[in-house]
């Protein structure tokens, strides 16, 4: 299985006027990913996700030049079988060999942002090879499912306090029984925020999960304000609520309140989530699969959130091939309890693949399909490749 070519592919496609939506980050009319793909000498092709944005919309030319020009040269030639040495090789540069013999990291300077999201996108396409190879889904190689169905939860929840409470009904009325919605910086004031989630837990009752997000725009105060202004609607958890900058910060806020707090999304590598429990700023564990490092990363965050009894529910918020991936390291995990399902949108994750991406009455079915189980839509890659 040795690799003859890595390329990567920017894609930027339109959200249609009717599903775009407005958040701390503007007025969403595209939805961007990098798509990388991986090419044997055989010509079998594995695909997988490097982002540039945690959000929807982000230039990912870097991804693409990082991907191409940095990553393919040293992975020509290997075989794509040896994924973590691969990992240990792409995060440590030129004093690889030093890691491989002495057991402990050499990085690269670039040993955060650009560098390891494309490494991400790189080690997905390598799980994605490897699981077709020996025709069975990358939850398996990963030692199988802790879970035949998992619950998902609807993401998205942007309308006021008029309208948030018929945009989750939207979502549970497709058989949904968690939610997610934004506040923040986006709802200009702390109380606006407070007012929104109260009238979101008036619109759904008592029962439905309700998880609230600003990412990351609260200051600490506002953030001990918003806590304690939606102590009495019971939210699952309360994630990002200041700048991921500040560790120390979220930790505060932590303490200050009973809410569950969920970080993570905006974190590379193990070493970035292991501060954020350090800290003791975390109930919930976020890897992204396209940020993180890939599979092989997220696994190990997996394995941290086991060990410190904190729940893992990774970011899936992106294209078909980071959620599938994410879907993956959730089953496999047995600190996961739920799934992130996007609900706003979002054409990379059901207009990119052939495959048709479901959660049947809010729930998520183990994958059955080899390696991620998703191919691209290679017309829909030409159209809007950039």
């Not at 009894?309 to 980071?322: D, I, K, N, T, V």
Request: charged fraction near 25%; charge should be negative; proline fraction near 5%.
């Amino acid at each position: 299985m040795k690799i003859a070519k890595v390329e990567a592919y920017w894609l930027s496609c339109p959200i249609p006027p009717a599903k775009q939506h407005r958040s701390d980050y503007g007025l969403l009319t595209d939805f961007d990913m990098t798509l990388v793909v991986v090419t044997l000498e055989d010509g079998r092709q594995g695909f997988g996700e490097g982002k540039a944005a945690v959000g929807s919309s982000g230039a990912c030319s870097s991804i693409v030049t990082c991907v191409e020009k940095e990553l393919a040269p040293t992975l020509i030639g290997m075989d794509a079988r040896n994924i973590n040495e691969i990992w240990e090789r792409l995060y440590n540069g030129t004093r690889d060999h030093y890691a491989l013999k002495r057991g402990r990291v050499f990085p690269i300077l670039g040993n955060r942002g650009i560098h390891i999201a494309a490494m991400s996108g790189v080690d997905m396409a390598l799980w994605d090879l490897l699981g077709k190879d020996l025709n069975v889904p990358i939850v398996q190689l990963l030692g199988g499912a802790m879970r035949p169905k998992m619950e998902a939860y609807a993401s998205g929840g942007w309308q006021d306090a008029e309208g948030i409470g018929e945009q989750l009904r939207s979502y549970t009325d497709k058989g949904f029984k968690a939610v997610k919605m934004r506040v923040g910086v986006m709802d200009d004031t702390v109380a606006n925020s407070v007012a929104r989630v109260k009238a979101a837990r008036f619109a759904l009752g008592p029962d439905i999960k309700i998880m609230a997000d600003a990412h990351g725009t609260f200051s600490v105060p506002e953030a001990k304000q918003f806590c304690r202004g939606v102590e009495d609607s019971n939210l699952y958890w309360f994630e990002e609520p200041i700048s991921p900058d500040n560790k120390q910060g979220t930790a505060e806020v932590r303490k200050s309140t009973c809410t569950p707090i969920a970080a993570g999304e905006s974190e590379f590598t193990r070493f970035n989530i292991r501060e954020l429990i350090d800290h003791r700023a975390v109930d919930v564990i976020q890897p992204d699969c396209a940020i993180i490092g890939g599979i092989t990363e997220a696994m190990r965050v997996a394995g941290l959130a086991a060990a410190y009894q904190l729940e893992l529910a990774p970011h899936c918020w992106g294209s078909a091939f980071s959620f599938m991936a994410g879907v993956a390291v959730a089953f496999a995990s047995p600190s996961a309890a739920i799934i992130e399902f996007s609900s706003g949108g979002n054409p990379m994750m059901y207009d990119l693949v052939n495959e048709k991406i479901t959660a049947e009455e809010g729930m998520m079915v183990a994958p059955t399909r080899p390696g991620l189980g998703v191919t691209p839509d290679w017309d829909f890659v030409k159209e809007y490749r950039q």
